[in-house]
């Protein structure tokens, strides 16, 4: 099926370990996201891709790197885990065409426990 | 800075009221608003989006309103049933440049009793 599809859906990390969570999709999209979110609140933005081999920082990115080497794949990189990055990581597509109102495909999540 | 805020946090109703859940965003310079549907422990599904240059849109039993110079947005459901039960998301899209970024209000969770 197509879609966004994130791996793993459960980790836990102990302080200071690393790991990658990886974001593939099939649909051609030029745009990508990673979101977290946290109990009680809404979606926070990390970081973003408008195309292979660009990205920018969202709102939240301190702890945080990504890579976006082909259109298919976003992976998010946790360096130096902390127990403040306890959370529900979302990646997520979208449309690059205005006209298509930017309409966004998420991933069914990664809940990421840091311990 | 843009800021969303969805009121209530939280609602519980018996199966087949109509109710409304509201989205108020602070920046009305908006590229367009969507609202979500979170099921516990899975992604979002996109359920509605509204552009800027458009009042309302509809799909089935539901319908969102867009008010931008007020900064509000509802989302209606009719005649509830105990699968509505989700938690509700709203969100805006900018105009801070090409990328499709969108800002979350925290959501409504919904309960629909049998």
């Known amino acids: 099926n197509a879609g966004v599809t994130q791996t793993p859906k459960f980790r836990i990390l102990k302080i200071g370990q690393s790991m990658t969570l990886q974001c593939t999709q099939d649909?051609?999209?030029?745009?990508m996201y990673w979101y977290r979110q946290d109990p009680g609140m809404g979606l926070k933005l990390i970081y973003y891709s408008v195309g292979a081999g660009i990205t920018d920082k969202g709102e939240v990115p301190n702890g945080y790197n990504v890579s976006r080497s082909t259109t298919e794949d976003f992976p998010l990189r946790l360096e130096l885990a902390a127990p403040s990055q306890t959370s529900v990581y979302f990646c997520?597509?979208?449309?690059?065409?205005?006209?298509?109102?930017?309409?966004?495909?998420f991933g069914s999540g990664t809940r990421l426990t840091v311990v | 800075k843009q800021e969303v805020t969805q009121i209530p946090a939280a609602l519980s109703v018996p199966e087949g009221e109509n109710l409304v859940l509201n989205c108020s965003f602070t920046d009305s310079a908006i590229y367009n608003l969507q609202w979500f549907r979170q099921d516990p422990g899975k992604g979002l599904t996109s359920l509605l989006l509204?552009?800027?240059?458009?009042r309302e849109q509809t799909s089935g039993r539901l319908n969102a309103s867009l008010d931008k110079s007020s900064g509000r947005s509802t989302l209606y459901i009719a005649a509830s049933q105990p699968g509505d039960s989700a938690t509700y998301l709203c969100?805006?899209?900018?105009?801070?440049?090409?990328?499709?970024?969108?800002?979350f209000g925290q959501g409504t969770t919904l309960q629909v009793k049998p």
């Open positions: 997520a597509s979208s449309y690059s065409d205005r006209t298509r109102g930017y309409g966004y495909t």
């Open positions: 649909m051609n999209h030029n745009y």
């Open positions: 509204i552009q800027s240059s458009q």
């Open positions: 969100a805006v899209r900018g105009f801070s440049g090409n990328t499709g970024k969108l800002i």
